[in-house]
């Protein structure tokens, strides 16, 4: 990391040219926290240490280019507390962040609307703010993940079956798909893709990630099954994954932005809350009969306080004087589906077909992404 004599900061981050932060400041101090900050998002900065006298070919109101780089161009300019007075009679634009350690002086909102700084940040108390902001830059950061998890009201009813067939449907479609498999004690959802010996990182890869997992790193680094990714459990001694980097690795999958399908466990502890909390929407599969019915109410009553939206999904024929209607009303939670037994599936997965290849099914799936989705919510890349 070069200190203030550096012409521009070299992090060793991997971001394109687009992605590179612009740091404008003389302070050499807050400019090695700056470097700092943006080598932990993987960034690469250009660094200002003197506004020129004159405009550069990229500059405007005295902020000259960089390299190309210059104020209207960068998409993230961090001004340094010492440089607010200078960059006052630039343009307005986004993403423009007033930083700086000693903020105590009274005229620093002042200075934040004359520049038209979108935060305020005072370091070392906004580091991780800062390093979100220059994180998402990096990794380009759009619209998230429409993210659905998928849990099961009784043993045996079927939501891992659901959850990998809905994640292979939208990955046909053509959106980028992440699968998750969030049961520890369930044998592994790439087992039921056959793709248990693919080579990729698993959950245990992941326990000792600390802060902000690098979206795209996360993608790459997952088995690709069926064109979706896949991040499951091995077969091996079971590693305790800790909440806070269950909440880092599912934020960072949605960041990426398409569809994120969550396979949920009955159980809700800690970690499982973390997933949950970030989910849009929760199917819970039901069999249509009272037993399991009653089984169900118990896992929405732990599931409710953590989830957003909990909707059902009746699996098969109902039984014992009920019906679809009955028991969402019932769990009271609105109806999402009803979705048949296929009698044949269990032998297809056997022989290496993915759950929802073909019939009721994959329609049931198709029809679901359909309304979720919208036309609104295209094909991610």
Same mark, same amino acid.
């Given at each position: ?10 992090t060793g981050g991997i971001a394109p040219a687009g992605g590179r932060p612009l740091i404008i400041t003389e302070d050499p101090l807050l400019l090695d926290d700056l470097l700092r900050l943006c080598a932990a998002a993987g960034a690469e900065a250009h660094v200002h240490h003197?506004?020129p006298e004159q405009s550069g070919a990229g500059g405007i109101g005295g902020v000259g280019g960089i390299g190309g780089v210059g104020w209207e161009s960068a998409p993230l300019v961090l001004v340094g507390y010492d440089a607010a007075r200078r960059v006052g009679g630039a ?67 079927? &939501? ?24 520890? !004690? ?5 087992? !039921? ?23 795209? &790193? ?52 800690? &970690? ?110």
């Amino acid at each position: 990391m070069e200190g203030a004599s550096g012409v521009a900061g070299r992090t060793g981050g991997i971001a394109p040219a687009g992605g590179r932060p612009l740091i404008i400041t003389e302070d050499p101090l807050l400019l090695d926290d700056l470097l700092r900050l943006c080598a932990a998002a993987g960034a690469e900065a250009h660094v200002h240490h003197a506004v020129p006298e004159q405009s550069g070919a990229g500059g405007i109101g005295g902020v000259g280019g960089i390299g190309g780089v210059g104020w209207e161009s960068a998409p993230l300019v961090l001004v340094g507390y010492d440089a607010a007075r200078r960059v006052g009679g630039a343009p307005r634009r986004d993403g423009v962040l007033l930083v700086g350690r000693d903020l105590d002086d009274p005229g620093i909102w002042q200075r934040a609307v004359e520049i038209g700084a979108e935060e305020v940040l005072r370091l070392p108390e906004a580091e991780n703010r800062l390093v979100d902001r220059i994180a998402d830059v990096v990794e380009g950061a759009g619209r998230p993940a429409l993210s659905v998890g998928v849990i099961g009201g009784s043993g045996g009813a079927g &939501a891992s079956t659901l959850a990998c067939a809905l994640a292979l449907r939208a990955a046909r479609a053509g959106r980028r798909t992440v699968l998750v498999d969030g049961d520890p !004690l369930g044998g592994g959802v790439d087992v !039921l893709l056959g793709g248990e010996g693919a080579e990729g990182s698993r959950w245990p890869d992941f326990a000792a990630s600390r802060g902000r997992v690098a979206a795209r &790193a996360l993608e790459e680094s997952l088995p690709e099954l069926h064109a979706l990714r896949v991040l499951s459990w091995d077969r091996g001694e079971r590693v305790v994954v800790p909440p806070a980097a269950t909440r880092s690795v599912v934020a960072a999958a949605r960041r990426r932005g398409g569809v994120v399908v969550v396979d949920l466990p009955r159980r809700i502890d800690e &970690a499982v809350a973390e997933m949950v909390a970030q989910l849009d929407l929760v199917l819970m599969v039901v069999p249509g009969e009272l037993r399991s019915v009653a089984a169900a109410g118990r896992v929405a009553a732990g599931v409710r306080p953590v989830a957003h939206d909990v909707r059902v999904v009746v699996r098969g024929r109902c039984r014992d004087g009920l019906d679809p209607e009955a028991v969402a009303r019932l769990l009271g939670a609105p109806l999402a589906g009803q979705v048949p037994v296929e009698v044949g599936l269990p032998g297809r997965v056997a022989e290496g077909e993915p759950p929802g290849a073909r019939g009721a099914l994959a329609r049931f799936c198709d029809g679901f992404w359909q309304r979720a989705l919208g036309p609104d919510r295209g094909v991610s890349a």
